[in-house]
């Protein structure tokens, strides 16, 4: 659905976060901004997000912890509650202490050394699985690179980039969901699928 009225969306945003800060006893603020600028370090191609959320305050180190679970959370929440479709979640951005800077940077260097590591070995790299967002930027960081080729594979929140040699043919082992205790780490598991979408 597309978002045809942004000042309503964004009040929706308002509503939904005054009663999740009221009932979760989180120390934050927040600001939202309709049709906020897009950054200068953007990558090509980027997508401007349309509404952009901000949060601070005493709380805020909560919400950056675990990867930053708990924004991408509320983040996805107001997604589906605006009803966006996966292909417009760029429309809505979250962001708190600039976290979303650094880690665009973290992924834009993580992209130079794998495009370098790949083209040394001449085998695939997969990436750490990450949100549709940060799996679009990887796909824009290595779109330049003509002698390699970028894939999304796996499902759900274990979906990762692959980057290959242009011209690799095979299958690359996708990592197992983990089940017990620990992190999950780059374990096998079953045979990735090759599908042909980028996020």
């Known amino acids: 659905m597309p978002m045809t009225d942004k000042v309503a969306a964004a009040n929706q945003i308002n509503d939904f976060l005054k009663t999740i800060l009221a009932n979760s006893g989180l120390k934050l603020k927040y600001r939202i901004s309709v049709n906020p600028p897009l950054p200068e370090d953007a990558p090509p191609d980027a997508s401007r997000a349309e509404i952009a959320v ?7 180190t909560l919400l950056l912890e675990r990867g930053n679970a708990l924004l991408n959370a509320l983040e996805s929440l107001s997604a589906k509650m605006l009803r966006l479709e996966s292909f417009e979640h760029d429309k809505l951005s979250f962001d708190s202490r600039n976290s979303k800077v650094a880690r665009k ?3 834009k260097l993580a992209a130079e050394v ?13 990436f750490a699985p990450m949100n549709s967002r940060e799996r ?16 999304s594979s796996g499902e759900g929140p274990r979906r990762a980039v692959v980057l290959y040699p242009k011209d690799f043919k095979g299958t690359v082992s996708a990592p197992a969901p983990s089940f017990g205790g620990g992190r999950g780490g780059r374990g096998g598991g079953g045979a990735m699928r090759g599908g042909r979408g980028r996020r």
């Open 54 to 60: 901000d949060l601070a305050g005493p709380d805020s």
């Open 105 to 107: 940077s973290e992924l």
């Open 114 to 126: 794998a495009a370098e590591r790949v083209r040394k070995s001449g085998q695939p790299h997969l």
């Open 136 to 151: 679009r930027l990887v796909h824009l960081y290595l779109s330049q690179e003509s002698d390699l080729r970028t894939e």
